[in-house]
């Protein structure tokens, strides 16, 4: 019963036809994985669906308590499917977006009114655009270069040069690359595979690090094209289950993080998370020291437990309030009361 995922969010008749599309398409092709903490094989499966109904198989291994997705897309449908923008035009919907063709005039738009903020003290308490930049000025400034690896709409970059770094992106969507350029963003189509040998002070992986495989080897990838730094944001559990989708084939924690980038010739700056969203916020700098993080089996697997035992007393609630049929009216409540 608890292996539906309940959280799901509310889609227009046109997005949710391309979900059963998507969900029925024979060419899809996934692909078994095993933990790549401890190489392990035996799991417990938590979901069998997103957020959106797409068919995506969510486990937690049973040895060391990582949560990632398995099986989940091969290699070659994955690129398909970032490429293809079907990504963008989902996971924007609340922005009625139906068509890729309009993820261009949405980038250049959000491109135009974008107004970089001062540079401030980072404060946790609350998730805001600009913390990634308090976050990361307030504890580095010798860095000149930044590449923000899956740039997206591409408003890092404009927040960076306009503290006089000299920025670029990588983005592998055609329509927001073509809205960059036309703003006179310096970005390219591609994505880390396609990232040359030049060097850069800083890298961004802002929400693209629990997209990727094969954790290791982007590390090793990530070591060499960064002189310095590198920041990482991603999503979070603490006390709550993260958002399930399937464009996520990993959801970390502080320890599942650090796991992976501190094994890798990297040394810990700061690690940080907003207090509501519990997005994840980290800055690590590059050594040539041999560093090893020691991953703490027990807590993370305890974790993870009380957090999926909270989850389906929220199920079971929620159960109930489609059962009464007052499900809408009490969350309107609980969301008001919570602003």
């Not at 600009?130 to 976050?135: G, I």
């Not at 970005?187 to 954790?215: A, C, N, P, R």
Request: glycine share 4%; aromatic share 14%.
């Amino acid at each position: 019963m608890f292996k539906k995922y309940i959280h799901t969010v509310d889609l227009s008749k046109s997005l949710k036809k391309k979900i059963d599309i998507f969900n029925s398409d024979k060419s899809l092709k996934y692909c078994s994985v095993e933990c790549e903490v401890c190489k392990s094989i035996d799991f417990t499966i938590l979901f069998n669906n997103d957020r959106h109904g797409i068919n995506q198989r969510t486990v937690v291994c049973k040895k060391c308590g990582f949560l990632y997705s398995n099986p989940r897309m091969d290699e070659k449908f994955s690129k398909i499917f970032y490429n293809s923008d079907l990504y963008r035009v989902l996971y924007t919907y609340n922005q009625n977006v139906e068509n890729k063709n309009d993820l261009y005039t949405l980038a250049l738009k959000e491109l135009k009114m974008h107004r970089p903020q001062k540079i401030s003290k980072a404060n946790f308490k609350k998730y805001y655009k600009n913390l990634y930049l308090d976050f990361i000025c307030n504890e580095i400034n010798d860095f000149e270069t930044v590449l923000d690896v899956g740039c997206g709409k591409g408003t890092k970059l404009v927040d960076f040069e306009s503290i006089n770094k000299k920025a670029y992106g990588i983005e592998p969507s055609q329509e927001f690359n073509k809205a960059h350029l036309d703003f006179g963003l310096k970005s390219k189509i591609g994505f880390i595979d396609d990232i040359q040998d030049d060097k850069y002070d800083l890298i961004i992986l802002s929400h693209v690090f629990e997209h990727l495989t094969d954790l290791r080897l982007i590390m090793k990838k990530i070591a060499k094209i960064t002189k310095k730094y590198l920041f990482i944001e991603v999503p979070g559990h603490f006390r709550k289950m993260q958002s399930i989708q399937n464009a996520h084939n990993y959801y970390f924690s502080i320890n599942t993080l650090n796991f992976f980038v501190l094994n890798s010739g990297f040394k810990l700056i700061k690690i940080d998370y907003a207090k509501d969203n519990e997005f994840i916020l980290a800055l690590y700098e590059k050594t040539s020291s041999l560093n090893y993080y020691e991953y703490d089996f027990k807590k993370e697997i305890g974790s993870v437990k009380k957090i999926y035992n909270n989850y389906k007393i929220k199920f079971l609630l929620i159960m109930l309030l489609n059962f009464l049929g007052i499900k809408r009216l009490v969350l309107k409540i609980y969301n008001k009361i919570r602003k």
